[in-house]
């Protein structure tokens, strides 16, 4: 498995940006498709965006055309830029990782908070 850290979160208005990261170790990072989770307090955790090993993105409704994940194949780094937060992006945002054969993500990450509240 691959070890993931999540950093970035935080307060912000409605409106404002944030860019959380996710530093991947352990094994190599290239391999694996990667995906934001987020879960609100009393909601399911639900995937926001995800990225495949080549690169190919696809997002939640919710979220497309305000955030985008990218991948730094060096730094062995996960972004979620985030534009135009609005409060029902409120969550605590997870990293996961899984590699092409799994059918379902199996390494996460500890969470970061982020709060859209004015």
């Known amino acids: 498995q691959v070890q993931l850290v999540e950093s970035g979160g935080g307060s912000v208005q409605p409106g404002g940006s944030l860019r959380l990261s996710c530093a991947a170790s352990?094994?190599?990072?290239?391999?694996?498709?990667m995906g934001w989770y987020r879960q609100a307090p009393g909601n399911q955790r639900e995937l926001v965006a995800s990225?495949?090993?080549?690169?190919?993105?696809d997002y939640a409704d919710s979220v497309k055309g305000r955030f985008t994940i990218s991948r730094d194949y060096v730094k062995n780094t996960v972004y979620l830029q985030m534009n135009n937060l609005k409060p029902e992006d409120t969550a605590v945002y997870y990293c996961?990782?899984?590699?092409?054969?799994?059918?379902?993500?199996?390494?996460w990450g500890q969470g970061t908070q982020v709060t859209v509240s004015s």
């Open positions: 352990g094994s190599i990072f290239a391999l694996y498709f």
């Open positions: 990225i495949t090993s080549g690169g190919s993105t």
């Open positions: 996961a990782a899984k590699t092409q054969l799994q059918e379902s993500y199996d390494s």
